[in-house]
């Protein structure tokens, strides 16, 4: 998903209030039913599960923030399925887990920076250590940096984490030295290609969405749509190079992070004519569901090891074809000819452009539903919870 989170996140609006050390609980969507603990997948008992999000952003991210909305959906899921979740997360997060804020406020303008992760973290782990009786946790699932993992060993309940990053010559090293200290998991075959061979096989569950709330759009727009992170390797650029050269209209809409406003300005900016090239900033909630339903395809001309893309399965869910450039986790998520087509440039990805009609939404939205829905990668993190519980002997308030 996002190795540049270390430079993402400016999101208009600023951050959110929140108080150090809350705990509450939310009242649940009126369209959702209470968790029931007759549901909780697999033979065994419910489990106590501790949720250790990152610190910079809250649950759901409010805009932009992937890591996020992969935390948000799961927990819900668990939480339906009767689990007893306690989120640790950012100030301003909604949740019908029980919600933990640790930190005084979020912190979307220093994503990775120590101080705040290991304060969030520490704190985290103080809490799970101390619970007792049937308090304690039978698993923590940490979405949070690296600072969970490098300590893993320190805290007694056993840690699955997500590798949410893509392996670089400084995150490979690091994981084939703290690796060991908990179940990890990633995100798509194509991330661990490059997983160091000292961790071993790792299993890939990737990222969740909950179809109740993307709905299948069959009724198409004139344009094709990119919506992102404002940045070379996510390929704005790109995308407007492919539409112009068809002279398809392109809407563009995203996040332009701190150090990019001059690669916007150079690359983008000047190809925004309100016509042909409309960029529409971030978007959220609706508006960004009806632009993924309505786009006639999702370009995705992406120049690095993407690690997962939820960009795509967003897309799909709607029934909204992507042509993707076959770098990183594109061909893991598209299939070509069924729900999209890889390509290999621009001049590629406009030749797709023509053929996106050939593509039947149904069969977009079935592949997202077999493969990323959330109920499919709940019951999988389920099965990884218990095993990482079994193998460390642990057994919190509920057992295995
Ligand atoms: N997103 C959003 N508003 C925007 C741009 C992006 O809500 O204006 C969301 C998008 O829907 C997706 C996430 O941000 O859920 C980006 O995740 P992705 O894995 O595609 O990219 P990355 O994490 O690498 O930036």
Redesign the pocket.
């Known amino acids: 998903?996002?190795?540049?989170?270390a430079v993402?996140a400016v999101r208009p609006g600023g951050r959110s209030a929140g108080h150090t050390g809350s705990v509450h609980m939310r009242k649940p969507s009126p369209t959702r039913t209470r968790p029931d603990a007759s549901r909780a997948h697999a033979s065994a008992a419910p489990l106590r599960i501790a949720m250790l999000a990152p610190p910079w952003i809250s649950v759901p991210?409010p805009?932009?923030?992937?890591?996020e909305?992969v935390v948000s959906t799961l927990t819900e899921e668990l939480v339906r399925g009767g689990h007893d979740v306690t989120l640790f997360c950012a100030p301003g997060s909604v949740s019908s887990a029980h919600v933990v804020t640790l930190l005084k406020r979020s912190h979307p303008d220093e994503i990775e920076r120590s101080l705040y992760e290991v304060d969030h973290v520490a704190q985290a782990f103080d809490r799970i250590g101390s619970a007792s009786g049937a308090e304690r946790f039978d698993v923590i699932h940490d979405h949070c940096g690296f600072t969970g993992l490098a300590m893993a060993n320190r805290i007694a309940t056993p840690l699955v984490h997500t590798l949410h990053g893509p392996f670089t010559a400084d995150t490979a090293a690091f994981y084939a030295r703290h690796g060991h200290k908990a179940g990890l998991v990633g995100i798509s075959r194509a991330q661990l290609v490059s997983a160091p061979a000292t961790l071993g096989t790792i299993e890939p569950i990737p990222?969740p969405i909950d179809l109740s709330i993307w709905p299948l759009e069959e009724r198409k727009g004139d344009y094709v749509l990119w919506?992102?992170?404002m940045t070379p390797e996510?390929g704005p650029q790109r995308a407007i190079a492919a539409a112009r050269a068809v002279d398809v209209p392109l809407i563009l809409?995203?996040?332009i992070q701190p150090g990019q406003q001059a690669f916007f300005e150079r690359e983008v900016a000047p190809h925004i004519d309100g016509k042909r090239v409309r960029f529409v900033?971030?978007?959220?909630g609706a508006a960004?569901r009806s632009l993924f339903g309505h786009a006639r395809g999702l370009l995705m001309p992406i120049r690095w090891d993407?690690p997962?893309?939820?960009?795509?399965i967003?897309a799909l869910a709607c029934g909204t074809p992507v042509i993707a450039f076959r770098e990183g986790a594109a061909p893991d998520v598209i299939v070509d000819g069924l729900t999209g087509y890889l390509v290999d440039d621009e001049r590629g990805m406009a030749e797709a452009i023509g053929k996106l009609e050939r593509i039947a939404g149904r069969d977009c939205r079935a592949w997202v539903s077999r493969n990323c829905d959330v109920a499919v990668v709940a019951a999988a993190y389920e099965r990884t919870y218990r095993t990482a519980a079994l193998r460390s002997g642990s057994s919190g308030a509920a057992g295995v």
């Open positions: 998903m996002d190795a540049a989170r993402r991210a805009g932009y923030g992937g890591v909305s990222n919506i992102g992170r996510k809409a995203g996040v900033g971030e978007v959220t960004k993407e997962f893309g939820m960009v795509m967003e």
